[in-house]
């Protein structure tokens, strides 16, 4: 038994829609096919509007430009986070500004974030943390009051609330990912949703070279080519399709290993409302992250260490030598993703958790 931390999941359904669309004579390029796949998203997470790109990360670097970030601005950032969010900044020519997280939720500390802010903030990037948020509402507020603007990296965040709202529909722009380990995949992709028609079409110009409408040579605002393609739509609309089943597969997952592991003494799960929350990956807290992961590997288990907290990471060291970030820093180093595939069994599980319990005893 070989037990991968994560494999996509792909089947018939996709295979047909991709051969039915090859077979109707479809260009590949973005067309209705993207057009159908960003309303289902759009209806999906209760927004207005939605625009498809090519990854997470460029979607988050279309939304600050469209939001005006750049040269001498500065956007506050999760220290906890995917090395894509401080880099959005980066390549806008703004300034990220890291924040330690709170502890219960990884989150943006919004207290620490209000130390943060001076006359250069411009907008604030909150990350829901596998899909784990806190007060949103308060958030909002926070950004409203400071007249900075809310940008969501939602990457981890598709079908999950916070009072019933969908993450990434709070602030003025959403960011979703479609990379392989998500929970809806089209091998790479991004999408950006959004009430706001004007921010709407200055995203529509930023991916299409600054065209108003396509087809046409006319270029009024800077653009760039990040559109998406209508075959991966093709695959993301099956995988749409298939998502309730897989959120509620993931929710069964997460508790199952909860149910399991719980009473370990050693091992920390991070309080998970279920009702709200769809795990990403399940996420464990151990003291000792790199032995259990080389033991589990000798067991044929897959693992994969929670990212660093950014401010140890090469690039961004330098800048914050005198700063400390002890909450991100202590859960960086002790987190551990645990085989998290919708179409992983319970059997699996089980053998999972029996055998992180020997390594304990």
């Known amino acids: 038994m070989n037990i991968p931390q994560h494999e996509p999941s792909f089947d018939e359904a996709e295979a ?26 759009a209806d999906y997470v ?19 430009r469209a939001l005006g970030v750049g040269r001498g601005d500065e956007v506050l950032v999760p220290n906890l986070t995917m090395i894509a969010s401080p ?15 709170d502890s219960e939720t990884l989150c943006m500390d919004m207290r620490h974030a209000e130390q943060a802010l001076t006359l250069r903030t411009k907008a604030l990037m909150y990350v829901p943390f596998n899909g784990r948020s806190g007060d949103m509402d308060a958030v909002a507020a926070f950004c409203n009051e400071h007249g900075i603007f809310l940008l969501e990296d939602a ?16 602030g003025s722009i959403g960011s979703f990912s479609f990379s392989v380990p998500k929970i809806v995949t089209t091998g790479q992709g991004g999408a950006l949703v959004t009430h706001d028609e004007e921010l709407y079409k200055r995203m529509r110009r930023l991916k299409d070279f600054g065209r108003d409408q396509g087809g046409a040579d006319i270029h009024n605002d800077w653009g760039w080519n ?63 992250p790199d032995a259990l992961q080389t033991y589990l590997k000798a067991h044929s288990i897959g693992t994969r260490r929670i990212y660093p907290a ?15 970030f002890p909450v991100s820093k202590r859960f960086a180093e002790q987190g551990l993703w645990l085989p998290s595939s919708s179409t992983l069994t319970d059997e699996s599980i089980d053998y999972i958790a029996n055998v992180i319990k020997e390594y304990y005893i």
């Not at 109707?24 to 289902?40: C, D």
């Not at 209760?46 to 600050?64: F, I, P, Q, Y």
């Not at 993931?250 to 998970?272: G, P």
């Open 155 to 170: 990457a981890q965040a598709l079908s999950s609330r916070y009072g019933g709202r969908h993450l990434g529909t709070f």
């Open 87 to 101: 880099n959005a900044v980066v390549l806008t020519g703004a300034s990220p500004i890291l924040i330690d997280v």
């Open 16 to 41: 047909n829609a991709v051969f039915s669309y090859m077979k109707s004579g479809g260009w590949l390029m973005e067309f209705k096919k993207t057009e159908e796949l960003e309303r289902l998203i």
């Open 46 to 64: 209760g927004a207005k509007h939605c625009v498809m790109t090519v990854n997470g990360t460029v979607s988050l670097w279309l939304a600050l």
């Open 310 to 324: 950014v401010h140890t990471q090469k690039i961004y060291r330098t800048a914050y030598d005198d700063v400390s």
């Open 226 to 288: 990040f559109k998406f393609t209508d075959l991966q739509a093709v695959v993301g609309i099956e995988q749409m399709k298939k998502l309730e089943t897989r959120v509620m597969r993931k929710k069964e997952i997460y508790r199952q290993y909860h149910d399991a592991l719980r009473n370990v003494s050693r091992i920390t799960f991070l309080s998970t409302d279920l009702a709200e929350t769809t795990p990403w990956f399940i996420d464990i807290y151990v003291d000792d």
